[in-house]
């Protein structure tokens, strides 16, 4: 049987102090390095959260300076459109008239050569025309020849003959026209007035003849009393 030997170690204090003192060392500095670490990423956070900043801030100005423009483009936008809707209107309206005068003085100039045009009231120029919604577009012409022309009024009644179910009827054009708000119409005029409107016939009514009925407005017998054939131009 082998015989177990002690081995016996030595105290030495001096190594248990050194190794303390690495120990310490160590421990400082790695509270040194981890300082110094936290400092430096503190130090770069900061200056990226400033620059952050910085750069919201330039954004924001820039998004409000882009809305501020959008803003002004739409009122632009608006505004050409508001413009350019009223330049239609006025062309429009300028066409309107210059056919308006067109048509008078075409009219003028055919009762220049009228030689046998009637004393008194007269009607001419009659025109009916079918529109593609089902109404009927008229257009007549009033006119007078007197030995002093001057500006005077006239009253016309306008009605409708025809047959409703095989009966005969008579409509005055204020039923059938929603813009003829006064019955008889008043019209003034020297020459002659071009008058139009839209109306709109009742159902099963078979239009037959357009009565014109003028007067002077200081007279009660008419002047002027005529039944023309209802006829739809082509």
Not at 21 to 46: D, I, R
Not at 140 to 166: H, I, P, S
Request: with cysteine; aromatic share 8%; proline share 3%.
């Amino acid at each position: 049987m082998s015989e177990v030997k002690s081995v016996v170690v030595s105290y030495k204090p001096r190594l248990i102090y050194l190794a303390v003192v690495v120990c310490c060392a160590l421990v400082v500095l790695a509270l040194f390095l981890g300082k110094f670490w936290g400092g430096q990423t503190f130090t770069q956070e900061m200056s990226e959260k400033h620059r952050l900043q910085i750069l919201v801030e330039e954004l924001s100005a820039t998004v409000a300076e882009q809305q501020e423009e959008l803003s002004r483009i739409r009122l632009s936008s608006k505004v050409d459109v508001a413009a350019l809707e009223n330049s239609r209107q006025e062309m429009i309206l300028l066409q309107r008239s210059i056919y308006k005068r067109d048509e008078e003085l075409k009219l003028y100039r055919e009762l220049l050569r009228d030689k046998d045009q009637p004393d008194g009231l007269s009607v001419a120029d009659l025109r009916l025309t079918l529109l593609d919604d089902g109404r009927i577009d008229y257009r007549w012409v009033v006119r007078q020849k007197t030995v002093k022309m001057k500006t005077l009024q006239v009253l016309a009644e306008l009605y409708l003959l025809g047959m409703v179910n095989g009966e005969p009827v008579e409509i005055s054009l204020q039923e059938l026209d929603p813009d003829i708000a006064e019955f008889p119409l008043r019209l003034t005029f020297k020459y002659f007035s071009i008058n139009r409107g839209l109306l709109e016939l009742p159902e099963n009514f078979e239009p037959e003849q357009l009565r014109i009925v003028l007067r002077y407005s200081w007279m009660e017998k008419a002047q002027f009393d005529k039944k023309f054939e209802w006829k739809i131009d082509d």
